[in-house]
């Protein structure tokens, strides 16, 4: 079945370092993917997405390109801020065989930035 | 972002109360969800609507009760919970499409009740 992987955290990093969450993703049809972003005490918010291979999706800094070929759709950005820190989803959603759009979640990875 | 509220945000109950949480979606949306979220654990589906009709109820125990009133509204009714149900709940809201899913079509999530069960 559908499923989604993301790396295991936390992810612990300095200011302006670069940041790469990887998540990995196996779906049987031509599933969407996203990323959601979630602060302390809050919902999770929709950070980007990307809705077929090759699409990169894009939001304030951050990036992540649907790669079929490797099944993968790793978050990425250039110069981390202490106001990123929070917990990070990686998803799928599949609409084609069920009659609502079923998502996957991966299981959420931390990412704490030092001043 | 207001596009999807829950009330109340903090419930504390006893397992011997009844209570409701309340979803309210102002995007025009015709899909709610309602996710269940704990510590250490993946995001857990409980239920779907899909213009009005309940589309989905992932063997979710019969002490959570679902209704969907409108395409804007959406409550869930908790009696006799026990404390493995404390956790946050969450709402859901997307386009919906009748009779089918899109993949394209995206979820945007409300601020959570935080439910302790005593």
């Known amino acids: 079945g559908d499923s989604v992987t993301q790396m295991e955290g936390p992810v612990t990093l300095s200011e302006e370092a670069f940041l790469t969450i990887n998540c990995t993703y196996t779906?049987?049809?031509?599933?969407?993917l996203f990323w959601y972003v979630q602060y302390p005490g809050e919902g999770l918010q929709l950070l980007l997405k990307?809705?077929?291979?090759?699409d990169k999706g894009s939001n304030k800094g951050f990036e992540a390109t649907y790669r079929k070929e490797t099944t993968s759709f790793h978050l990425e950005k250039g110069s981390v801020q202490v106001s990123d820190s929070a917990v990070y989803f990686c998803?799928?959603?599949?609409?084609?065989?069920?009659?609502?759009?079923?998502?996957?979640f991966g299981s959420g990875t931390k990412l704490n930035v030092k001043p | 972002e207001t596009g999807v509220t829950q009330t109340p945000r903090h419930l504390v109950m006893g397992m011997t109360n009844k209570k409701s949480l309340k979803c309210e979606q102002h995007?025009?949306?015709?899909?709610m969800y309602w996710y269940k979220q704990s510590a250490k654990k993946p995001l857990e589906l409980m239920f779907v609507?899909?213009?009005?009709?309940?589309?989905e109820n992932n063997s979710v125990p019969s002490r959570f009760s679902p209704e969907c009133p409108n395409s804007s509204h959406l409550f869930l009714h908790l009696h006799t919970l026990q404390p493995e149900d404390s956790a946050l709940y969450l709402c859901?809201?997307?386009?919906?499409?009748?009779?089918?899913?899109?993949?394209?079509?995206?979820?945007?999530f409300g601020p959570g009740t935080r439910l302790t069960v005593l």
């Open positions: 859901a809201s997307s386009h919906g499409i009748l009779g089918s899913g899109r993949s394209e079509d995206t979820q945007y």
């Open positions: 779906a049987t049809g031509y599933p969407s």
């Open positions: 990307a809705t077929k291979a090759d």
């Open positions: 998803a799928l959603s599949d609409g084609l065989r069920y009659n609502f759009n079923k998502f996957y």
């Open positions: 995007l025009g949306h015709n899909a």
């Open positions: 609507y899909n213009f009005k009709e309940q589309t």
